[in-house]
Nanobody, 118 residues
């Protein structure tokens, strides 16, 4: 059974930092990444990372230069280091893990709340 579990959300002041972690289990995973959803908004891409050494990283324009995604293929984990946080980064952050044996089906975590106060 595939499980995707996020940890590390919380409350931080603007300008501060947070680190999110995600662990996937129960399958072989290709693309992994982070999406976020603010109240009243659609879920949007934050960052994704492909498997393998030097896997391609893709960032949303809104977070480029502030957020960094890392991956450990052996552990099926990804981290999101978030620096210089802004109030507009407030959202529920969801981890995505694409299950290869199931035909590249996207599996999602339950989400973790990030709140940035002014």
């Amino acid at each position: 059974q595939v499980q995707v579990v996020e940890t590390g959300g919380g409350l931080v002041q603007a300008g501060g930092s947070l680190r999110l972690s995600c662990r996937a289990s129960g399958s072989i995973f290709g693309l992994m990444g982070w999406y976020r959803q603010a109240p009243g908004s659609q879920r949007e891409l934050v960052a994704t990372i492909a498997p393998g050494n030097g896997g391609e990283e893709i960032y949303a324009d809104a977070v480029k230069g502030r957020f960094t995604i890392d991956r450990d293929d052996g552990e099926n984990t990804i981290d999101l280091q978030m620096n210089a946080l802004k109030t507009e980064d407030t959202a529920v952050y969801y981890c995505l893990a694409r299950s290869v044996p199931e035909g590249n089906v996207d599996k999602w975590g339950q989400g973790t709340q990030v709140t940035v106060s002014s």
